[in-house]
């Protein structure tokens, strides 16, 4: 991991975190969207243009690849690199709710 990555994106936005947490499998913008509603109850809401411009920067930085289009939707997946920058948001997370007394 470059030190320009990690600088952008650690410590990262809840909505990059939710975006590449959800591709962890195949998804499409419109699904990782009804993915995070779910997941959050109803309190991050994911707009298009917030969902298609970060998708598109993280594709550019090798976080995430295209992987095929389904019925004109674009399906991605990431990468190793973006798993790694995951990894240490998940960490960085971890170590924040230590610090407040949970387990």
């Known amino acids: 991991m470059t030190d320009k990555i990690r600088r952008v994106y650690v410590p ?3 909505t990059g975190f939710y ?3 959800c591709l962890r499998e195949e998804m ?3 699904s990782i969207g009804q ?3 779910e997941m959050t109850d109803g309190a991050v809401i994911i707009s298009a ?3 298609y411009g970060t998708l598109s920067k993280m594709e550019k930085d090798g976080l995430i690849r295209f992987v095929r289009e389904e019925e004109k939707r674009k399906l991605y997946c990431i990468t190793e690199l973006g798993t790694e920058v995951l990894d240490l948001e998940i960490e960085r997370i ?3 709710y230590r ?3 949970g387990n």
């Open 12 to 14: 990262m936005t809840e």
């Open 19 to 21: 975006i590449l947490f």
């Open 28 to 30: 499409h913008g419109y």
């Open 35 to 37: 993915r995070v509603r």
């Open 49 to 51: 243009g917030t969902m």
């Open 94 to 96: 971890k170590r924040l």
């Open 99 to 101: 610090n407040i007394g």
